[in-house]
């Protein structure tokens, strides 16, 4: 049995585990109220003296200790005696100002943009992040100096095309990324771009497509406008750049144009094609439009409308969902395409992947958005998502061989038709989007010891982690480790012999089946995505160095001395043939979701944002 200490732990204040001693007027204090002698200090000018310096110092405590409401707290919050004499001022040096810190190294200094304390700091990981910030510099340096104001880069010709509407995707799609980071410089030169060019190419330029052009540059606008402070109240990433308005202006100018595509249509079912300069629009060639493209732009009217207080961007962009409502589905799943001239979907083809993946992504995220159960109008929405979930877990999920691993396939002719062992990398956003469903943005643990999680919830966040692995597995399979554009999986329907993805020790090699068609890879983000929202939710670390991993692969192969960063041709052969092409999405999308997997949880919190199918943030109403 331990003794006792020989003083009183009263006596004792920690700083950081090191003992600290009392303060020097405490210690006067004390010695004047126990000093043992005779003397009769209030008798002479000497005592007198003494004291009244006790009884000034005690006044200044205590005036330093009040609240603000019962203090003298001026304005700007500094203590001030009778007559405007600052206390600040007398015992204090003036603060040097700390320098310009990205939100997650002032996370490091004890800062947190939701005003938690951060405890999940890690310098292995900081270091790490850094290396992603520094990807996304190289990366815009590439673009700046050969492709400034066109769309995206080829960083190995050096030079810019515009495959996207000629409204500079690259610099809007990278914007809030850079203000995530804390790269001011070119925070700097994107908004003064914006600022000063896009309102003209909006005017001038023709054809864009409504989907693209959402959920890239609207999408960015409007995230640019909450990051930079639009919004009283709310976090302010940024101090350079235009002022949010610009942003908002800008915002509704694109909007009031893209609505034409809702105004023309005879349908609730939007065109997919815009005339901006002439603010019309008309059907794509054939006549359809996808079903992903008309049902995933919501996220951006609905909060457009919701900072402009115009409800018309709203109201129309919701008249889609609420009209696929009505649609017959097969258990919750929809086909790829719908008529804007009749409203009804077109053709049997039902799969995840492209023309359908965000339509089932934003069911949950605009739920989530509107408030979830807080707004019964939209609850609609989460009935659809849980019943699509259902039907994907019932008709789409099926187990490879030898190994077991879990996918999603295709029903190219309907549910009655066969079953296709396909799968986009693009359905590699599922994971995210079960998980973010299956607990609403809260980590697994605070879900489960709220009991807010379901049986159905349960279930899809452990397909969410399944797919996961698969997802990270078409990586792995590789030999350059990067992912292929599509993959098919051995089962006992289906084999090919020889299309392995050139990693021989990968345990899953005779699992994984890559086309010579589908072995290119585009730096697509879905992956990285479904790692960093798993991550959040489960707190496991795996996720953090399998996004590690896929990020080394990127810079060993994709990199371009020059700058830039390129897509590949090849992903099962060393060295990769380059493609010669650096998607807008990677700045937008794929390296600010590596880097916010590496940070800190309380940047861009899952409980307080949505983001957008192209990575824009954006706030969660009544929150």
């Not at 996370?107 to 943009?113: A, C, H, P, Y």
């Not at 009209?323 to 086909?335: A, F, Q, R």
Request: charged fraction near 20%.
């Amino acid at each position: 049995m331990s003794k006792s200490l020989p003083y009183s732990v009263k006596d004792i204040h920690y700083d950081n585990a090191k003992f600290r001693h009392r303060s020097p007027l405490k210690v006067f204090s004390q010695s004047l109220l126990t000093l043992s002698t005779k003397r009769n200090y209030a008798s002479c000018s000497t005592g007198k003296f003494l004291i009244l310096i006790l009884f000034f110092g005690v006044a200044c405590l205590m005036l330093m200790s009040k609240s603000p409401n019962e203090s003298g707290l001026n304005e700007k919050g500094k203590v001030t005696f009778v007559g405007g004499l600052r206390l600040g001022g007398l015992l204090r040096k003036p603060p040097r100002l700390p320098p310009r810190l990205s939100p997650d190294e002032g996370q490091v200094r004890g800062s947190s943009t939701n005003g938690s304390t951060v405890s999940n700091y890690d310098p292995k990981w900081a270091a790490r992040q850094q290396s992603v910030k520094e990807a996304f510099d190289h990366a815009w340096s590439g673009y700046r100096k050969y492709a400034m104001g066109y769309d995206e880069l080829m960083p190995i010709s050096q030079k810019g095309v515009d495959g996207l509407g000629g409204l500079g995707a690259t610099v809007v799609d990278a914007l809030d990324t850079a203000m995530i980071m804390g790269l001011d410089n070119i925070v700097s030169e994107a908004g003064s771009w914006v600022e000063t060019h896009l309102l003209e190419r909006i005017s001038q330029k023709g054809q864009v497509n409504l989907f693209e052009t959402t959920i890239r540059v609207l999408g960015g606008l409007l995230s640019a406008y909450h990051l930079s402070g639009g919004e009283q109240g709310t976090m302010n990433m940024t101090l350079v750049g235009p002022k949010p308005v610009i942003y908002l202006n800008i915002a509704k100018d694109l909007a009031d144009r893209l609505l034409s595509a809702f105004t023309s249509s005879p349908t609730p079912v939007p065109f997919c094609d815009v005339i901006l300069h002439e603010s019309t629009a008309h059907p794509a060639p054939g006549g359809a439009s996808s079903t992903a493209e008309v049902a995933s732009v919501q996220l951006e009217f609905n909060y457009l409308s919701a900072i402009s207080g115009d409800p018309k961007y709203s109201t129309e962009a919701m008249k889609v969902l609420a009209h696929i409502k009505t649609l017959p589905k097969t258990e919750g799943l929809v086909p790829i395409y719908i008529s804007p001239q009749t409203g009804d979907f077109v053709g049997e083809n039902i799969r995840l992947g492209s023309r359908g993946d965000s339509y089932y992504e934003y069911l949950i995220k605009v739920w989530l958005q509107q408030g979830a159960k807080l707004n019964s109008n939209f609850t609609y929405l989460h009935d659809m998502y849980i019943e699509a979930m259902k039907g994907v877990r019932h008709l789409l999920v099926r187990n490879s061989i030898p190994k077991g691993l879990v996918f999603v396939g295709e029903l190219p002719y309907g549910s009655k038709g066969e079953f296709s062992p396909k799968m986009d990398h693009l359905v590699c956003f599922l994971p995210g989007t079960l998980a973010l469903g299956a607990t609403k943005g809260l980590t697994k643990e605070q879900a489960l010891k709220e009991n807010l999680l379901s049986f159905e919830d349960l279930e899809n966040l452990k397909l969410a982690e399944d797919l996961a692995k698969t997802c990270f597995e078409m990586y792995e399979v590789t030999a350059t480790g990067l992912a292929p554009e599509i993959a098919y999986f051995h089962t006992k329907d289906y084999s090919e012999d020889g299309l392995d993805g050139g990693n021989k020790s990968s345990m899953y090699a005779n699992d994984i089946i890559i086309k010579p068609a589908d072995r290119h890879n585009l730096l697509r983000p879905e992956t990285v995505e479904s790692l960093f929202v798993l991550y959040r939710i489960t707190k496991d670390t795996k996720y953090r160095d399998q996004g590690w991993q896929i990020f080394e692969a990127f810079e060993k192969y994709t990199k371009v001395k020059s700058g830039g960063y390129t897509s590949l041709d090849d992903v099962t052969e060393v060295p990769p043939h380059r493609r010669d092409k650096m998607e807008t999405f990677f700045l937008g999308e794929t390296l600010k979701y590596l880097y916010l997997l590496f940070g800190d949880d309380s940047v861009i919190p899952l409980d307080k944002f949505v983001f957008n199918t192209e990575a824009h943030p954006l706030p969660i109403r009544n929150t």
